[in-house]
């Protein structure tokens, strides 16, 4: 485990995953992050590379042959490196082996960074295409759980207590709705207008929310009964996704910044077709980020 600290936050991250595990309000003792303690979810904030989401049918066709690649791809699974480590600032790092090249058929170089200052801790994901002649085809996605308030309803069922999203600036936002196999529904996608949500287990009752948003785009989760604001700032990320499980209701919501999506229900299956994957060309690095603000109110 690496911890960073400072006189806000205590911050606990682990190898596996390079996944944030722990971040702890130091004036109250408040844990901010999902354990991951049930079988519903048993990760805290896990990372999805090379993919984001689902594909038709777990595979893709590159160069005309077909690979198998599991729901959010193999990196929250595998062990990383520790590059670098200071009271407030850690670094962790993975690379193409024999396993991944078997799943995916690239070089590559993913290097996470963690920067903690005051109240805030911002993830950046930098992506390096190490190949002399071939581009590499990824995407990346942000998967932070925090721990929100629920209440038991006279069925006995859990609801959420006073949980709000705000999305700021309210407008017009292209949402992205998927089907029973976690793809996107391509004659339902549509513009959605989205200012403030009191969020119910029932609105993941289909999985994720997923939205197309902009460089200005700022997302707040605020518990009220625990007196919680947390502030998510994406960069050089245009989607974002709120989810939780559905049935199994459990006292966690995601938000999460991503740069790809699932595959279209009408996917044709080719990796360089599909919507929304980065190409990154031989010899060159692209960097993604996001910034979560904790505070107590």
């Not at 193999?74 to 009271?87: H, L, R």
């Not at 604001?229 to 709120?242: E, G, N, Q, V, W």
């Not at 999506?261 to 299956?269: F, K, Q």
């Amino acid at each position: 485990m690496v911890i960073l600290e400072n006189e806000h936050l205590k911050v606990v991250l682990q190898e596996l995953g390079a996944e944030i595990k722990s971040v702890i309000d130091k004036e109250t003792g408040f844990e901010y992050i999902w354990q991951g303690k049930t079988s519903a979810w048993p990760y805290s904030a896990p990372v999805s590379f090379p993919i984001v989401g689902s594909l038709c049918g777990q595979e893709y066709i590159y160069n005309e042959t077909s690979y198998i690649l599991e729901h959010n791809g193999f990196a929250k699974d595998m062990e990383f490196m520790v590059q670098n480590q200071t009271s407030n600032t850690a670094s962790f790092n993975i690379k193409h082996n024999n396993f991944t090249m078997d799943h995916y058929p690239f070089e590559f170089s993913f290097q996470i960074n963690y920067v903690l200052y005051e109240n805030k801790i911002t993830v950046t994901y930098e992506v390096l295409n190490p190949s002399h002649q071939t581009p590499l085809y990824y995407a990346i996605g942000g998967c932070p759980a925090f721990n929100v308030s629920q209440r038991s309803l006279h069925n006995s069922q859990m609801e959420y207590n006073r949980i709000s999203i705000i999305i700021d600036p309210k407008g017009q936002y292209y949402y992205l709705p998927l089907d029973k196999f976690g793809l996107i529904e391509t004659k339902k996608t549509r513009y959605q207008s989205l200012d403030q949500i009191d969020l119910t287990h029932k609105h993941f009752r289909k999985g994720p929310l997923i939205y197309q948003i902009n460089q200005q785009t700022i997302v707040e989760l605020w518990d009220h009964t625990e007196g919680v604001k947390i502030t998510l700032t994406p960069s050089r990320m245009p989607y974002l996704a709120l989810w939780s499980s559905y049935p199994k209701r459990t006292s966690f919501v995601s938000m999460e910044p991503m740069t790809g999506l699932p595959d279209y229900d009408n996917s044709d299956g080719q990796l360089i077709n599909k919507l929304s994957m980065i190409k990154l060309e031989a010899n060159t690095i692209n960097t993604h980020d996001y910034t979560l603000a904790f505070e107590r109110y």
